[in-house]
């Protein structure tokens, strides 16, 4: 008999215990299913966040980004956006206690490191290789830079000018007694006086087509990430249109005539930009703020006219050294050229190798103008000028500046001059890119601020189930 109270209070430890493992283990399994339900929820309502691009901005530009303000609401209504979201998919037995955002990745940060890591997916990089290498192998894998014997000339140039300038000489008083002597002085002919004809009117009166408009409209781009970074400078350049100092005529010749390190170093947004903005001569998007977009992105100005007179002003800069340069190698141009310079030499009493290289100057700019005008009716142009492709005639350049080119196959477009000019402009373009899908998605899609655009985000998530406190931090991104 007291066998059996033995065996049976045994049993009862026994199912007492199991029974209380039991509860342990299901009460355990709930605990983890609760933990996990958290986290996956936590997950969904993160991945809904992903979810809220702007799709304005992914169609038109293939890039992904979020609003953490939800419409410039704030960024509180980001976090009542993910509570809610937990509130709904975790059932009345938990409890949300807070949805506290801990860090987020802004697309503008660390010099728009996430903007040109989604422009890099996008793109195959190999097509900006093929591109640097289409380019190079129309210019011969040169750029402007100017040969050694032209540079010396003009520093010999130079140095005759202030020779003249400081030991006025005995022949250079001859010379000026015979300028003063000279029957017909005022006929004397000087080309330069149609260089200023272009710098008082405007260059883009002389090369924008017939049919196409540029508007002097002003955009406000106060707002934009571009104007508000203390990084990036104003893209300016001025070029002397009235050629009276060889000084800053060396200085406007050589200003953008090497750029071949920045073309090949540089990364895909080259393509990307003239792939997703319009230009002047290639229109990808309706709707736009600005028509001229890449010229935007290299001049970074309020208007189309003040975008695209930047540019023509760059791509003369571009073509300046390498007219000049023909011209000072060509016997037959170089005897015209001396019989402008050398009766404006004894006018002016100026040393003839300085108004010679003046002049050269003023010839090479005005073929540089009517090059940028074939440029933009869509035509391509040889990097390397001849007799046969030079259109410009140095003793009429009002009728010769019309003058059209003939198709060149292995020609440089306008679109090949942009690409330059962009790389030229190194990492500024990556915040005018900003720029241009804030204008535009705010025009199109409703008001959105680069600067509150993310595309990485961390929260830290609290939620009470049965009196136990459940703490998570998510992160989620693109």
């Known amino acids: ?30 605990r983890y299913s609760a933990r ?12 809904n966040v992903r979810a809220e691009y702007n799709s304005y901005i992914f169609e038109n ?23 809610g979201d937990l509130e709904k998919n975790l059932g009345n037995n938990f409890s949300v206690k807070n949805v506290a955002i801990t860090d987020y990745t802004c697309i503008t940060e660390e010099d728009c490191k ?15 290789e093929d591109v640097s290498e289409t380019i190079l192998g129309s210019t011969g894998g040169e750029d402007g830079t100017l040969p050694d014997d032209v540079e010396d000339d003009l520093e010999d140039a130079i140095s ?73 400078l104003e893209s300016a350049f001025n070029m002397n249109y009235e050629f009276d100092s060889i000084s800053d005529f060396k200085s406007d010749v050589n200003s953008h005539s090497a750029w071949l390190d920045e073309l090949t170093s540089a990364g ?9 903005f319009n230009s002047a001569v290639n229109k990808v998007n309706e709707n736009t703020v600005f028509d001229f977009e890449v010229e935007y992105l290299i001049c970074g100005k309020e208007s189309d006219y003040k975008n695209l007179d930047g540019v023509v002003s760059k791509i003369v800069a571009l073509r300046l050294p390498v007219n000049y340069a023909y011209l000072m190698s060509d016997a037959s141009k170089i005897s015209q050229i001396k019989k402008v310079s050398m009766p404006l030499s004894l006018l002016t009493c100026v040393p003839e190798i300085v108004v010679r290289h003046l002049v050269a100057g003023c010839w090479a700019y005005v073929e540089s103008l009517c090059e940028v005008k074939n440029l933009l009716e869509g035509k391509k142009i040889p990097f390397k000028k001849s007799d046969s492709t030079w259109m410009t005639d140095l003793f009429d350049f009002e009728n010769s500046m019309d003058s059209a080119m003939d198709e060149v ?16 402009e190194g990492e500024d373009i990556y915040l005018r890119m900003l720029d241009l899908m804030q204008l535009n998605a705010s025009s199109n899609s409703g008001e ?31």
């Open 61 to 83: 530009y293939h890039i992904l980004l979020f609003d953490m303000t939800c419409g410039n609401v704030g960024q509180g209504a980001m976090e009542e956006h993910i509570k």
């Open 448 to 478: 959105i601020y680069m600067k509150n655009c993310a595309v990485e985000l961390s929260v830290d998530i609290g939620v009470s189930y049965e009196g136990e406190d459940i703490n998570f931090n998510i992160t989620t991104g693109y």
């Open 160 to 232: 005759a000018e202030f020779s003249a300038a400081v030991e006025p000489s005995p022949e250079r008083e001859d010379m000026a007694a015979e300028g003063e002597n000279l029957e017909n002085k005022d006929s004397t002919y000087d080309p330069r006086d149609y260089t200023k004809t272009i710098g008082d009117l405007g260059i883009l009166y002389f090369v924008v087509p017939e049919d196409m408009t540029v508007s002097r409209a002003s955009v406000d781009i106060s707002d934009t990430p571009s104007f508000e970074s203390d990084s990036l």
């Open 1 to 30: 008999m007291n066998n059996k109270g033995k065996i049976t209070v045994f049993l009862c430890l026994i199912i007492s215990s199991m029974m209380i493992l039991g509860l342990t283990v299901i009460k355990i399994v709930d």
């Open 409 to 424: 196959e292995e020609g440089l477009s306008y679109d090949s001059y942009l690409i330059i000019l962009l790389a030229l």
């Open 268 to 276: 895909c947004g080259l393509v990307y930009a003239n792939k997703v």
């Open 114 to 128: 996430a903007l040109k890591e989604q422009i890099s997916k996008y793109m195959m990089y190999g097509a900006v």
């Open 36 to 47: 996990e339900k958290v986290a996956m929820t936590g997950r969904v309502a993160m991945s």
